[in-house]
């Protein structure tokens, strides 16, 4: 398994994010997105940039990364050269233990909570999913649904997902 099914609770788990901030799964935010990353894959990277813009549409929704890379490489790429999209996130490094829990081989891997359940769950950089994503939590919000990826933008439909590294 790579996802946690829709409806599924996340495993209870407490994670500190390099900035410090304690990260509790057992008690999440009413809306959530956690996704598993690995600076070196590029799937990854464009998850990443697209959530980027997700958290532009919906400030108040929190998106936490949890990186399959150990903490220098982790570290180097918070505040390296794409630093500038992880601005703001809390990141967690070292992260296999959190990925084995959820069943999480690849990466990127993205979950998206509501109410403490998986509403939109999948692996790799998936133009459908991120869109699906972006319209579900801006109807959590209560706010007007925006595609990220749109037809004009030159990007694929697809980018599979890499080995996490675990």
Not at 112 to 121: I, L, M, R
Not at 128 to 134: D, E, G, I, S, V
């Amino acid at each position: 398994m790579n996802v946690l099914p829709k409806g599924a609770e996340p495993p209870h788990l407490k994670l500190t994010a390099l900035d410090g901030r304690e990260l509790d799964l057992a008690a999440p935010p009413a809306a959530l997105v956690l996704a598993f990353v690995h600076p070196d894959v590029a799937a990854s990277r464009n998850v990443v940039g697209f959530l980027r813009k997700l958290q532009e549409m919906l400030p108040d929704l929190p998106v936490w990364l949890v990186s399959s890379a150990d903490r220098e490489a982790t570290e180097r790429y918070v505040k390296g050269y794409l630093g500038n999209y992880l601005e703001g996130y809390p990141v967690v490094a070292e992260g296999c233990a959190v990925l084995e829990a959820f069943g999480a081989t690849h990466v990127p891997t993205v979950h998206y909570f509501t109410d403490g359940k998986v509403d939109v769950a999948f692996t790799g950089f998936h133009k459908l999913a991120l869109n699906t994503l972006a319209e579900r939590a801006a109807a959590a919000a209560g706010a007007r649904a925006k595609p990220l990826i749109t037809d004009l933008e030159n990007k694929g439909e697809y980018e599979l997902a890499e080995p996490s590294g675990c």
